[in-house]
């Protein structure tokens, strides 16, 4: 049995021996763990413990080699989160607002309450949108004309013109999308669902980001980190070219493979000499080797998209300058969805402020560039996802930390943060299409009827993806934790 | 023996039906009263003593009471030479558990090194201890080991780990903390000095009230401000800015010194222990006038000599931004006009209008307008990237800033206390849902009530005496009853953090939870007795530290198995075998440094930036131009030292300590969880540091000595402090002869493989 003791004892052994005799495979945990890379494929661990109880909450585990079962059939198997980072504006993208037109560069009309926002002056002017409006699809789904690709997917998505969040700062905002807290330090939605999934993938990591090349968003690594789940399950960064992970590739190129096989033998001859009998643990690090050794070239062909057609090139604008860099991550996107990968997180927006979306000065300018940049290569993603049958198991999502205000700051063309109303839409696994859900007052800047807090969408992903977010929880410093804190319930309108 | 088994599972089942039982009954308990504390929080007045009507029996409730003291009926524990043995075997023996042998000394020394120092033991002291065979060998090296500043180094990472310490913010500007590591120096040097644990704690809680003026209490002080902190601009609002630093505070000193999530009970009654919400605001108020604040500790000298030269270093980036932007102008002034030509008539009219005529709004709308036209660098970058002479011109001014920027000289120091600087204290309301527009009634300071039930009301002085004007007195009377000796928690909770490092898991496995929903303790005598051992060694921890190292249960085999403690306890709770353990990411960079012979033991100061993987660089957040965010110190010595001196910035990981689970820093960590998977294969084979310190360390074999054999043993003694077997002698020898590279290629592919192995991983 196990000469290595389990780290961090998830419940109470109440009665030692008991427990012990309960909790016969903390390594043998691990050692699961790492036949899915170690990248997360243990997963609802949580199941039987909603309630204080004194099951051991590995036990449900270990019939389990591949990947978890959900708690309920899921609509959608993966995941894909296209994240704008700095705050897309819903009145000049997906929340047509003629009345605030009419009050374009008068003051905001007491009667809609106060706007709480980062920068704002105590009584700002209102800013109308100067965006071309029309309605598409069968469903008359209102479009700007900063997306035109989109426009064709009207009947694909399905709009969310009511969310909010409780932070109206980049950061906190950036954690409480992610993590469902505007605190640092918990663990994120891609984290939460390899928790409860685990991996399909032997080869990729279970949840992968990738970040604009220009800089991480504000809120930086802890917007993917696993907070209190084990480490396994934070996101991977990846990018474009031929090591896409790091370290994946040698530092000094002198290491080249022959090289490498000669020393992991031998390491692998040290270590079978050192292995004590069945120690899972140890054998679940020599595993590693072997796993990291195959990742090493499985990982680059994930990412080589020179055996893409040049019509799919096309389709996602990797040939053209504007968008060819935002289309070659949700090409690659696509290709590690097809491999595998369970969570897939993109970031349109990180680094200077030009390359957010984050348009304080000036809204338009600003959402030419980062629209200009992503809406092809968004409507690309959908179509390919959809003639590849990938989309039916497939729930796409996108948005930012929070909208921006209906009026401007400080007499500026540009708009400042507002966390209480603004859109997010959702595609493909389970989702209704061609439904707009919620809506905005009359200027946008109160989410009105059908509030989608950040918990309720929270709630509503996991449903999606076969789990209860009552149920998905994870025991930290004596309280079970789950992403929806004590908020969250599912949006029951939008899931077909 | 045969009716052993059977009788057990018999007991185990009761056991589990009463337990189930007992936490249904438990449950309903806490539903009805913790209705009436709700009630009481929120209508007041505070009554302390029904809150405290729920469990006073809970075990870690109630003083330690020592074993060997009470009862006379454990024979072996006191025919034992350490009483650590006593209890240990008495248990083992109770459950019919066979322990296994001691180690090796060769074992031992590794696991003793490594455990009281984070560093494998060299070869010279291998050798010296396995010469010495007289009594006191073993207990001779532990007090070597003790003795020396390595100790500190490696158990204040423990101690860092509580603190969540790190030298930047956090958030979204993470900006970095430049004195942060005075604190972290101050913690190495107080284990090192072995400073009681009593005056420890007193001086992380009110430093600046036991020692008003004392520089290094203030530093001290800075222990509940270590985590990450806001720091933005923009309509903040301060209450909850204010609320957020008492949180973080509160939270941290209940969990680090209490032993208790007292966090949960901030927003509602806590639901399994007996902590209504009015104790975790009772438990704020003592830190109600407490702010933080930078106090300066440096001499007027080192102020004069750093105005000095700060303001030489401006007189020369000044030409130098004078160039810039003279080079810059003209292009700024295209981008702008492009800018005005956009502009629509209605701005222009607005733009046109003399200051006098315009309205309010209008005036608004015309600062809008200049902001509108504003030129950005990014734009000025951009533009000027399509002319290559200027444009490198600028890059080459950019990179003379960047460089004369790096020689501008560190802050004077100044501490990050937490301290009381006013007369009148702030009111602590309770926040219904911890919402600070919620506020439903003052409390003042008091500890939790159910250890005032247990303890006694005459525990804890309510009237507190100031300390001097500023100085309320407040958190110098907790930090006295946490320290009070009848503190019922201090003591166990500590003794029992020493134990978690020194075995991988704690007498109680929830080391920050000794509430009722926290593990039982495995062994509460020896708890118990630990506990009472360090009041009577003045809280001297490394008395402590001490007794658990020199006992036989500490040094027993990890690689021997014992069928009794197979079947009745495998994962090894009751101590019959040591646990050999997978090295932390700092002991495992130390660990490699130190075989390579590198290891810079330099102590103290700033804390160093190690170069890091530009897949991770390239994405560190700014929104400015910046030319280097991460510039190394090029000195490669100062590269090599320990982990306990690498700066560590919160929003940006090391792929080492991220693979081998570093926490994030960002909340209180007591246990570390160890994690096997593919990246760590993937740093320990292809990372810069790896393969350079490989190289290092296989030049020093070259060195070592002319003779192929000698430097495998060498390589061995350092890596495994052990010689290779024969088998292994004939495989290495193939290895190195089958290899066709470079005589230094052969020695690094060795050394590669060697700290990649278990055996150099995994401490026995």
Known sequence: ?496 | MKCFLPQLDLKAKVCTLLGRTFAALWFVLICLSGGVWMALAETGPLDRAIATRASTSHWAFLPPRDPLRVSKSSGSAVAAANSIDGLVGDQLDRLQIKPVGLANKAALLRRVTYDLTGLPPTPAELKAFLVDNSGGAYEKTVDRLLASSAFGERWAQHWLDLAHYADSNGFELDADRPHAWLYRDWVVKAINEDMPYDRFLTLQIAGDEVEPGNQEAMIASGFARSGPFEIVSGNIDLEVRRNDELIAATSTVGSVFLGLTMGCARCHDHKFDPIPTADYYRLQAFFAGARHIETPIHSPEERVRFDFEKKRIEALLKPLETAKAKLEKPYRTRLQQAKEATLTGRERAIRALPREQRTPAEARLFEGISVALNVTWEEIAEEIAHHPNDHSVRESLKRQLYELGLKMPHPPAQAMSMMESEKTLPETWILRRGDTKQKRAVVSPAPPSVLLSTMGEASFNATFSAVDAKHSGRRLALARWLVSGQNPLTSRVIVNRLWQHHFGRGLVATPSDFGTKGSSPSNPQLLDWLACELIRHEWKLKSIHRLIVTSKTYQRASGEISRSGEKRDPENQFLWKMTARRMEAEGLRDSTLAVAGILNPKRGGPGVRLPLEPEVRDLIFTEAEVVDLWPVDPDLKEQARRSIYVHRKRNVHYPLFDAFDAPDMLTSCSQRPVSTHAPQALVMLNSGFAQQTAATFARSLLDHSPEVKARIHEAYLRCYSRLPTAKELRWTLEFLRTNPRTDLDRWTDLTLALINSNEFIYVP
């Open chain 1, 1 to 496: 049995m196990s000469l290595f003791m389990f780290p961090k004892p998830p419940v109470k052994p109440r009665f030692p021996v008991t427990e012990s005799r309960a909790l016969p495979g903390g390594s043998r945990r691990q050692f699961l763990e790492s036949l899915g890379l170690g990248f997360g494929s243990v997963a609802l661990t949580q199941l039987l413990a909603s309630e204080p109880s004194t099951k051991p909450i590995v036990a449900p585990h270990l019939g389990h080699l591949g990947p978890s079962n959900p708690h309920f059939p899921a609509r959608a198997k993966r995941c894909i989160f296209l994240f704008m980072v700095g705050g897309p504006s819903q009145m000049d993208l997906f929340d047509p607002k003629p009345e605030l037109n009419k009050l374009d560069g008068k003051h905001l009309p007491a009667s809609y309450g106060n706007v709480n926002s980062q920068f704002l002056e105590t009584d700002p002017l209102c800013l109308g949108s100067t965006r071309r409006w029309g309605r598409y699809g069968q469903c008359g789904m209102d479009m700007s004309d900063l997306i035109p690709q989109m426009h064709q997917h009207a009947d694909t998505i399905a709009l969310v013109r009511s969310c909010a969040v409780d932070s109206v700062i980049h950061a906190p905002a950036h954690y409480q999308m992610n993590s469902g807290r505007v605190l640092m330090g918990f663990p994120s939605l891609g984290s939460w669902v390899t928790y409860g999934l685990g991996s399909e993938s032997q080869n990729l990591p279970a949840f992968v980001v990738m970040a604009q090349p220009q800089g991480t968003p504000e809120g930086g690594v802890p917007c993917w980190g696993s907070g209190f789940l084990p480490a396994s399950h934070q996101g991977t960064l990846f990018r474009p070219g031929s090591s896409p992970i790091v370290n994946l590739a040698s530092a000094d190129p002198q290491f080249d493979r022959t090289r490498q096989r000669r020393i992991l033998d031998y390491v692998g001859t040290l270590n079978r000499r050192h292995l004590g009998a069945g120690n899972s643990e140890l054998e679940a690090r020599i595993k590693s080797y072997e796993l990291a050794f195959r990742m090493q070239s499985e990982a680059p062909e994930a990412v080589d998209l020179t055996r893409e057609t040049a019509e799919t090139r096309a389709l996602y604008g990797v040939d053209n300058p504007r968008t060819a860099e935002f289309g070659t991550r949700c090409l690659i996107t696509r290709r590690l969805i097809e491999r595998g990968v369970r969570f897939v997180q993109l970031y349109s927006g990180g680094g200077p402020v030009a390359w957010q979306w984050d348009a304080h000065d000036d809204v338009n300018a600003n959402h030419e560039r980062m629209a200009g940049a992503t809406d092809r290569p968004v409507a690309g993603l959908l179509t390919d996802l959809k003639r590849r049958g990938l989309l039916d198991e497939t729930l796409v999502i996108w948005g930012g930390e929070f909208g921006r205000t209906p009026v401007s700051q400080k007499g500026s063309r540009g708009r400042d943060h507002n966390a209480t109303g603004f859109s997010m839409w959702f595609a493909g696994g389970g989702i209704k299409p061609g439904t707009v859900y919620g809506s905005t007052d009359e200027i946008g800047l109160h989410a009105v009827e059908n509030r989608a807090h950040i918990n309720d969408i929270h709630a509503t992903i996991l449903h999606l993806m076969g789990m209860d977010h009552l149920k998905l929880t994870h025991s930290h410093e004596g309280r079970d934790e789950r992403i929806t804190n004590v908020a969250g319930s599912v949006m029951q309108n939008l899931v077909a």
